[in-house]
């Protein structure tokens, strides 16, 4: 119980659990994307970043409110920073967003406009990585994960399964199942939580697309699916 100064203004909190909440209860809309109150917190995206009176930043979703705490919520250091992550993370990010079946409710592409990214400095660095077509109602597309492991948690934590988790580490990281079965080789029991939480295409229900799904999954047809957009964008 207390009270914060968030962007000039007097905020009371009782027992909301993080910053973030409390920035939430005043009204405030800051983007995140790894952070979801009915799962354990992560703080992998650090997009819902925050400063202080003393010029420290820190994600306010990993952060408990402290009476007497001041805080600024977009600053101009604050924004530079969501829009170098959201970059970064377009960086190693596939680039067909145009025929993506998440295009349109991606919640990376809407953070992408609302930051004003208009260009990507940095070339990509994600090697290809087949995709899961195996499970009868899910479609893993690995080029499309940001690595936020809300999919992870989801299984895990609602659903009890833990058929999907992280593997290896630094620039090799990757969400799967374990010792890198196919989602048909799981537990999975095809709930579609993973799908829910998702923020982008990295898993997409399987629906009267199955076959366009298991062309992706050819790695020659792959050449012609992504070219297409660009000659028709040309
Ligand atoms: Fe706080 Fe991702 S929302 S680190």
Not at 50 to 74: H, L, W
Not at 131 to 139: E, G, I, Q
Request: proline fraction near 3%; hydrophobic fraction near 35%.
């Amino acid at each position: 119980m207390g009270h914060m100064i968030i962007d000039g203004r007097k905020v009371e909190f009782t027992d909301e659990k993080n910053v973030l909440s409390v920035i939430r209860k005043a009204g405030i809309n800051i983007p995140t994307l790894c952070y979801h109150s009915e799962v354990s917190t992560f703080g992998a995206c650090r997009l819902c970043t925050v400063e202080d009176e003393r010029g420290k930043t820190f994600a306010s979703c990993s952060e408990q409110p402290r009476d007497g705490m001041v805080i600024y919520t977009n600053s101009g250091r604050v924004k530079k920073y969501r829009k170098l992550i959201v970059e970064l993370l377009l960086a190693a990010h596939c680039r067909d967003c145009t025929t993506c079946v998440k295009s349109g409710e991606c919640v990376l592409q809407e953070l992408a406009h609302r930051l004003g990214v208009q260009t990507i400095r940095f070339k990509n660095t994600r090697e290809y990585h087949e995709l899961d077509t195996s499970s009868p109602s899910l479609v893993r597309d690995p080029n499309k994960c940001i690595l936020c492991g809300d999919c992870v948690r989801a299984c895990e934590e609602l659903q009890g399964i833990g058929a999907l988790g992280f593997a290896f580490r630094g620039t090799e990281a990757m969400v799967m199942p374990a010792f890198n079965k196919k989602i048909a080789e799981t537990e999975c029991v095809n709930c579609g939580q993973c799908r829910v939480y998702c923020p982008t295409g990295a898993i997409a229900i399987k629906t009267h697309m199955n076959e366009a799904w298991e062309a992706l999954a050819d790695p020659n047809i792959r050449v012609v699916a992504q070219i297409a957009p660009a000659v028709r964008v040309a």
